[in-house]
């Protein structure tokens, strides 16, 4: 049986990933060194075309609104004239033509995320910006259309999201482990030649040919998630080249790999306690009691209980403990899913997996009829290509303390999540992102107080490591993943002043 169709347009409209195990900055000595920009006359066009992409749970787009194309770059940037790729783009014209400002460049977050199938569904939500700009967006190159990284097929990659991923024993641990190396090994098998060139440096040379093919002589961007550190790496690269470009959501850029993993763990616990109060709040019609931290043990009890007793889910398919966390983490990233998390559990006390298993395949990026996107893949590829963290179980184990520490819930899988590039075949570059974008223009930096996946830490870090000047930041006081559409008024209106006039915020700005 097939979940919801309320549950099917979540799975539809999710944006980005969970974990940044491996998501830092790249530029491994491949690539060029940072450069004043590519040329209009030296960036070759894109061949457009109309298309009508499929939105699912929403009406079908209209095919005169919406234009794809390919945009050929280099495999190597220090080889233009190697081997060519392809970079799927999607773009929805202004609006106003007569006010126009350009194109606004979208990279919804990930490592890993769609660009081409996202912007279509999430367009609605940027109206007021699409009256003055053209709305585009992409695949970054490894993602999606754009020589997307394969690994495991999709009945592999059922059993592979299905495992247990919080070894107790050391047979568990074994098998672990003998799974990820099998995991990166059919990457390599299957994308090899790709794998050294999809870091995000690469990806930022990429959106410097794509401002120059849409004719804009800077870049306007709004990134969000790793988004945030795509477009921060761009400014770094290419400061004289930055427009009007808008950070929510931002990734702390001075973390590594393991705190970064460590800062999540964290900021997922306080969401699971921050829904835990509000659906205690609501007396009989939570499934989880009136008591905020019974049922924060209750959802744990819940994870616990299916390491050995799955449950029935969709299809064939049982809910294991890999499943239902990765679901659980999914609902928290906006309040608007907490009574969809509600639903699923109340299910759960029932032996009724279905809906906690359809949230667990939007993380992972798996579609109703049982096909698998890129997302994990590419996630896995980008992440690996950044870090040159390569940590060991030896490693897991010294710091599985503190993650137990940081989330009762979901410390234990982030931390073995640490060792996803440990069999990696290709190197990393560094620790940390250099996003240093001196000479910029002001960036806006928008950050929620209470957002479980790049916690409100980072949106302060990042705004210092732009450098004096250029990040600019704006607080949004509230819950989950994206302030843009996150619901406030207060945002909305601060964010299309600076995009449309160029107008910061005030310092200290907070949006409540």
Not at 176 to 198: Q, R
Not at 342 to 357: F, H, K, P, V
């Amino acid at each position: 049986m097939q979940p919801s169709a309320s549950v099917r347009m979540i799975v539809a409209g999710l944006l980005t990933g969970l974990l940044a195990a491996c998501g830092t900055s790249s530029g491994a000595d491949h690539r060029a060194e940072p450069g004043p920009g590519t040329d209009l006359a030296a960036a070759e066009g894109v061949r457009w075309k109309t298309c009508a992409p499929q939105v699912p749970g929403q009406p079908s787009a209209d095919a005169l609104t919406w234009q794809c194309g390919v945009l050929r770059v280099p495999l190597d940037h220090t080889e233009p004239d190697g081997t060519q790729i392809g970079l799927a783009m999607i773009r929805t014209r202004a609006t106003d033509s007569g006010h126009r400002l350009g194109s606004l460049l979208f990279n919804f977050g990930g490592p890993g995320g769609s660009g081409v199938d996202t912007l279509p569904s999430a367009a609605h939500l940027f109206e007021t910006l699409r009256t003055r700009y053209d709305l585009v967006s992409f695949d970054p190159r490894g993602v999606g259309a754009s020589e997307g990284v394969h690994c495991l097929n999709d009945r592999r990659l059922d059993a592979w999201f299905a495992a247990d991923n919080t070894p107790d024993t050391p047979a568990e641990e074994k098998a672990y482990l003998g799974g990820v190396k099998d995991f990166n090994a059919a990457c390599e098998k299957n994308s090899g030649p790709v794998l050294p060139y999809v870091g995000t440096r690469d990806a930022a040379r990429d959106m410097d040919l794509m401002r120059a093919a849409l004719g804009d002589e800077r870049l306007h961007y709004f990134g969000i998630s790793y988004g945030t550190e795509l477009g921060g790496v761009y400014a770094h690269l290419f400061p004289k080249k930055v427009g009007r470009a808008v950070l929510d959501s931002a990734v702390d850029p001075t973390l590594d790999a393991t705190h970064r993993s460590l800062a999540q763990a964290e900021g997922f616990q306080l969401a699971l306690e921050n829904y835990a109060k509000d659906c205690a709040a609501r007396g009989e019609a939570c499934p989880l009691g009136e008591d905020p931290d019974e049922a924060v043990k209750k959802v744990a009890a819940l994870v616990e209980r299916l390491d050995q007793h799955p449950l029935p889910g969709i299809g064939k398919r049982r809910l294991t403990q890999a499943l239902a966390t990765s679901g659980i983490a999914q609902a928290l990233y906006s309040q608007d899913f907490w009574p969809i998390l509600s639903e699923a559990l109340e299910e759960a006390n029932t032996d009724d997996g279905r809906t906690l298993m359809a949230l667990g395949d939007a993380l992972n990026g798996r579609d109703p009829d049982g096909t698998y996107s890129t997302l994990q893949a590419s996630f896995t590829a980008i992440g690996c290509a950044d870090s040159s963290e390569r940590p060991t179980a030896a490693d897991v184990r010294e710091v599985l303390p503190k993650f137990r520490k940081a989330s009762p819930a979901f410390g234990e899988f982030m931390a073995w999540s640490l060792v996803s590039c440990t069999d990696w075949p290709v190197r990393g570059e560094s620790r940390t992102a250099d996003v240093s974008a001196k000479g910029a223009d002001p960036i806006l930096v928008v950050g929620t107080t209470n957002d479980p996946a790049t916690p409100f830490e980072g949106t302060e870090r990042m705004v210092a490591e732009l450098g004096e000047d250029v990040g600019h930041q704006l607080t949004n006081e509230g819950e989950g993943h994206g302030a843009y559409t996150g619901g406030s008024s207060c945002v909305r209106e601060v964010v299309d002043a600076y995009l449309f006039e160029g107008t910061t915020p005030p310092k200290g700005k907070t949006c409540r």
